[in-house]
């Protein structure tokens, strides 16, 4: 029987192991098989001579006792063990197949136990199995001719048993060392086997543990086994009569019985072990006791050789280095005297050299203080491409630009179209108009990257890709970096494309920088100057690259030091949720328009008889205006009808969230683009409230609030929505609402 804590290993070790290194633990164990089965040959003929001196070893009985009472459940076990491998295997015999199908065998045997892949093992121990087995009979008999004469004497030869048990107890220690060594080595064997190339040593350091473990364990798991083994040695008592025909091993043991039945003998050892229990306890905290002494003393002298160990190889050593350092002495004053004099030499020659090395320093440092500190923004200024202005075409009407807009988009990839729904390119068209800063969010593969490339090609814009890094802290990760040596800009790509949309060549296009997974670091940090230059008013948009001016700085800074942030570049960031990203925090929150893109599976036929454009910046601006212009009452209207309401009212109260100037600004930009593009103010209303209240840590995902209070939410919001329009529905709301009513629901 296996351990539990082996039971559990099996699997998971026998998943691990190859094909290649499977085969070659086979191939190992068969070998180490064999030789054991040669080994325990040997040990037969040891088992028999064994067998005729323990019959001289009856006149001290506490010593026989406890050791026929070990050897007695080391071959109960063992019977109960090869029996029950025997009956598998003759099970099995009948099933096997053809030799080709072996691998298929072995997997079959993997999960049943290895039991096949051990006949052929099993055919060379059948001797032993047979010797086992009478000498399991002849210490039975044993047991009960010294157990029914311990009844007798027990109480008056208790305290000669003591002294008799010191004596014999190294005579004896060896012997079943020896026996539980072989137990252990069958048991490990077929344990090897069983997981199917563990290595060799690794398995009985293991096994050799577990045994430990078992023989160590209390008096009263002792009794409570040996009634298992009882029970167990009756129920294979009675196999034994129906398989009599077929294993002939089992013949001597039936004679060594001399008729008597197995379940006598069991009867008899258990009023013998009732009656002598307190006497194992006593010997049993004597063997203890005894144990303890030695494995002190053996751990103290032990300690004592190592310490002695370790002193003598602490002086070897200490020889050994002074040895060698009079070596060394010796080796370095004759190194001295020959150094001293290259010392000199080179001495000259650097002193030489170091005079040229001054003389080209400072040649070098003159002609870098008339070098260009930005030579890539300084390309710009110079090439003509950049310094030529690119025809564009108008945007008359936001409505016709959102509905070819998902046509053109589809058509960037012909091979693979991307379709894209209308409600999300208007949100995304109002997203322009309220903030420059994007983020898209969404589960893999909804297309968040895609739009940000798709649109900017779809207008004839320009778009800089650039994968943010974990790393990421400040600034200098995303812009670049001054080096006050050479005097020059370390230019990242992203502030190339700062100063390429404010040249005349993309100066009236739309300019796109794509931030991939912009939440793989915090974008707090590295995008803390661009958050804060978002909040100021265009005209006041600069970034301070540098403290003090360089030379021959690009001609669009400002002193020389500071780029402006053009109103015609917009940033796109792409955020997945998983434990790789950071959560954005409000502050990014709040600037950014938030778009969650779903999966898109509809299909509609592109229209590919739009001519390709490249729509202006001004007036794609204009048409921003013009629409807010327009609605700007309406807006007004809403936003005090919703500020005034009951919902207004339920979150301030219970969640402590209000509108604030920035949403209002927000919204203002926002929702009449929004309309103007073809959607309705409850659209772009709903999605506002569900990316600036309606997420996690505002509204939902609070553990100060219960089920009523979102059911109070979802009535206001309800009632404020059908307000507005008698069957408007703030779906994107509600479904964030929903969602968190089912977190409490599941006590998340």
């Not at 009985?61 to 491998?85: D, F, H, T, W």
């Not at 265009?538 to 500071?562: C, H, K, T, Y």
Request: with cysteine; hydrophobic share 35%.
């Amino acid at each position: 029987m296996q351990p539990p804590e082996l039971e559990e290993i099996l699997p998971k070790l026998q998943g691990e192991l190859t094909d290649d290194l499977r085969k070659e633990l086979e191939a190992t164990a068969q070998r180490q098989l064999e030789a054991r089965v040669a080994e325990l040959n040997a040990d037969k003929e040891a088992l028999e001579a064994e067998k005729k001196a323990f019959e001289t070893r009856a006149n001290s009985l506490e010593v026989q006792e406890a050791a026929l009472e070990e050897r007695s459940s080391a071959c109960a076990a063992l019977e109960a063990e090869l029996k029950r491998r025997n009956e598998t295997l003759t099970t099995r015999d009948a099933a096997q197949t053809a030799r080709e199908r072996e691998l298929e065998e072995r997997e079959l045997e993997a999960r049943n136990g290895f039991h096949l892949q051990n006949q052929k093992a099993l055919q060379g121990l059948r001797e032993q199995v047979e010797a086992l087995e009478r000498r399991r009979s002849a210490l039975d008999l044993e047991i009960a001719t010294e157990l029914t004469q311990a009844r007798d004497r027990q109480k008056q030869e208790f305290e000669s048993w003591r002294e008799q048990l010191k004596a014999r107890e190294e005579a004896l220690s060896e012997r079943e060392l020896d026996l539980a060594t072989q137990r252990e080595e069958l048991e490990a064997r077929e344990r090897q086997l069983h997981l199917s190339g563990r290595n060799r040593d690794q398995m009985t350091a293991m096994l050799r543990k577990q045994l430990e473990e078992e023989f160590a364990a209390d008096i009263t798991s002792r009794e409570r086994e040996n009634q298992r083994l009882k029970a167990k040695l009756v129920e294979r008592g009675e196999k034994l009569d129906r398989v009599q025909a077929e294993l002939d091993e089992y013949a001597d043991f039936t004679e060594m019985l001399r008729g008597r039945a197995p379940s006598d003998l069991l009867n008899e050892l258990d009023e013998l072990r009732h009656d002598n229990r307190e006497l194992k306890r006593q010997q049993m905290d004597l063997e203890a006791r005894n144990a303890a002494d030695e494995t002190d003393d053996l751990r103290e002298e032990l300690e004592r050789s190592q310490e002695e160990v370790r002193q003598l190889r602490a002086d070897l050593e200490a020889m050994k280095q002074r040895a060698h350092n009079s070596k060394l002495v010796v080796l370095e004053r004759e190194r001295w005297a020959q150094e001293k004099l290259l010392l000199e030499q080179a001495k000259q020659l650097l002193s030489a050299q170091i005079n040229d090395l001054e003389s080209r320093v400072g040649a070098l440092i003159d002609s870098q203080q008339a070098a260009v500190a930005f030579p890539e923004l300084a390309k710009m200024d110079q090439e003509h491409g950049f310094q030529t202005p690119r025809p564009v075409d108008q945007i008359e009407d936001l409505k016709v630009f959102t509905d070819e807009l998902q046509h053109r988009i589809a058509l960037t990839q012909p091979d693979n179209p991307l379709y894209f729904h209308s409600e999300d390119l208007q949100l995304f068209v109002g997203g322009l108009a309220m903030s420059q800063l994007h983020v898209f969010q969404g589960i893999s593969g909804t297309g968040k990257t895609s739009l940000a490339k798709a649109f900017a090609k779809a207008v004839g814009g320009e778009c800089q890709d650039i994968a943010v890094q974990a790393g990421w802290r400040d600034r200098s990760d995303l812009l670049g970096h001054y080096n006050a040596f050479e005097k020059r800009f370390a230019e990242k790509e992203c502030l190339q494309a700062m100063y390429r949309a404010g040249t005349p060549f993309a100066r009236d296009r739309l300019n796109i920088v794509l931030l991939d997974e912009m939440n793989l670091s915090r974008p707090e940090q590295y995008f803390a100057d661009f958050l804060s230059a978002l909040e100021k008013e265009p005209d006041d948009r600069w970034i301070r690259l540098v403290e003090s001016r360089p030379p021959n700085a690009p001609g669009m800074f400002r002193e020389g030091r500071e780029v402006r942030l053009p109103q015609n570049l917009w940033f796109i960031g792409t955020a997945n949720q998983d434990e790789t990203t950071n959560e954005l925090a409000d502050k990014t929150h709040d600037r950014a328009f938030v778009l969650e893109l779903p999966r898109h599976e509809d299909r509609f036929a592109p229209n590919r008889k739009l001519n390709p454009k490249t729509y202006s910046f001004s007036s794609l601006n204009d048409a921003f205006t013009n629409a807010q212009r327009t609605w700007k009452k309406d807006v007004e209207e809403l936003l005090g009808f919703v500020s005034q309401s009951e919902l207004s009212s339920l979150l301030e109260k219970k969640f402590g969230i209000g509108w604030g100037n920035r949403f209002e600004r927000q919204a203002g930009r926002f929702l009449p683009v929004v309309k103007s593009s073809g959607g309705t103010f409850v659209q772009g209303l709903d999605h506002l409230l569900s990316t600036r209240l309606f997420r996690n840590g505002k509204v939902i995902g609070r553990y100060d609030i219960n089920r009523n209070d979102l059911d109070d939410v979802e009535k206001a919001l309800l009632s404020v929505f059908r307000s507005i329009e008698v069957k408007a529905s703030p779906d994107r709301c509600l479904a964030a609402i929903r969602r968190d009513i089912q977190r409490l629901e599941r006590g998340a």
